[in-house]
């Protein structure tokens, strides 16, 4: 019975190029949600999605961030052109829908360099 | 007002002690409440949901004010395990499903 599950565990990438999260939610979720932890902060929404729809995008950046949850397939959190802010830990939760609470993936550490 | 505050902590305790976790929210239209614990550099795990009728889970007691806008959580008799950043959590009210999380706050339990 997988969690969530999150690839890969750590991503470095040099200023300029671009970072791709997966996120594979639980069996039986179809909600998916992307936060970003800055050290010794805490977690900040980002973008809430159920199959092929962006349901709420208002904690995401205005440029160089997207996010799709398709029909097939993981969620994927993009950002172009990164930048050393971008360096966090990223966060995939998915649920049930409704009331159910959110369940976890372990995390992409990103570094920028 | 932010829309998840909880104490700053950091909270220090000895084994066995009870210590007490305070949060309020901001939106009256929240729906659900959640405490989450996140150990370091590790993902949030759920701790409990919170009904309006408070709840218990060994341990652990949480209790939710509506009126007040107020969520707490007990921990009794503190374990070194207990050792943790505790996630005070909203989700909206309506259609909005997001939720919210406070920025947590420290507890060390000491032997």
């Known amino acids: 019975n997988a969690g969530v599950m999150q690839n890969p565990r750590h991503l470095v990438r040099r200023r300029g190029q671009e970072a791709r999260l997966r996120c594979s939610p639980m069996k039986g979720h179809s909600h998916v949600y992307w936060y970003r932890q800055l050290p010794e902060e805490g977690l900040k929404f980002m973008v809430y999605l159920q199959k092929e729809n962006i349901i709420d995008e208002s904690g995401m950046p205005k440029e160089r961030f997207s996010a799709e949850f398709p029909k097939e397939g993981p969620s994927i959190l993009r950002i172009q052109q990164v930048v050393r802010g971008d360096s966090a830990a990223y966060f995939c939760?998915?649920?049930?829908?409704?009331?159910?609470?959110?369940?976890f993936g372990n995390g992409t550490r990103l570094t920028v360099t | 007002r932010k829309e998840v505050e909880q104490d700053p902590g950091p909270f220090n305790v000895p084994e066995g002690a009870t210590v007490a976790f305070n949060c309020t929210y901001s939106n009256s239209a929240s729906q659900s409440f959640f405490w989450y614990r996140q150990d370091c550099r590790k993902e949030p795990k759920l701790l409990m949901s919170v009904y309006s009728s408070g709840n218990e889970d060994g341990r652990f007691t949480a209790q939710l004010n509506r009126a007040s806008q107020y969520i707490s959580l007990l921990i009794r008799d503190s374990k070194l395990s207990d050792s943790a950043t505790y996630l005070c959590?909203?989700?909206?009210?309506?259609?909005?499903?997001?939720?919210?999380f406070g920025k947590g706050t420290l507890l060390t339990v000491n032997p």
């Open positions: 939760a998915s649920s049930r829908g409704g009331n159910s609470p959110l369940h």
């Open positions: 959590v909203v989700r909206g009210g309506g259609s909005n499903y997001k939720l919210t």
